[in-house]
Nanobody, 124 residues
């Protein structure tokens, strides 16, 4: 089970840190991804991190603004979002896939687990 937290309302230029807490399994062998979705639009990949944390990937629209990290001891993955823009407003989801050495930001990949999502709103 994956549970996201940390969403909320923030002004443009502000920051938020999302957390994705995993329970029920040891997820050391899982890569994680963050995705977002706006009503009426397809879900899009934001960032991912490999099982070891040694490999990461970011969508072009967040490069230089977002970072991703994980704490395997706490079974938690983080998405630090800085310099937020109005267009970052969306529901953010985390997902986990049993995969070593690499990660993916393709939402149509064979993800094993999905969280329920957390709302991020960037507005004055």
């Amino acid at each position: 089970q994956l549970v996201e937290s940390g969403g909320g309302l923030v002004q443009p230029g502000g920051s938020l840190r999302l957390s994705c807490a995993a329970s029920g399994s040891t997820l050391d062998l899982y890569a994680f991804g963050w995705f977002r979705q706006v009503p009426g639009k397809e879900r899009e990949g934001v960032s991912c991190i490999s099982s070891s944390g040694g490999s990461t990937n970011f969508a072009d629209f967040v490069k230089g603004r977002f970072t991703i990290s994980r704490d395997n001891a706490k079974n938690t993955v983080y998405l630090q979002m800085n310099s937020l823009k109005a267009e970052d407003t969306a529901i953010y989801y985390c997902a986990a896939i049993l995969r070593i050495w690499s990660c993916s930001i393709d939402p149509s990949d064979t993800w094993d687990y999905w969280g329920q999502g957390t709302q991020v709103t960037v507005s004055l």
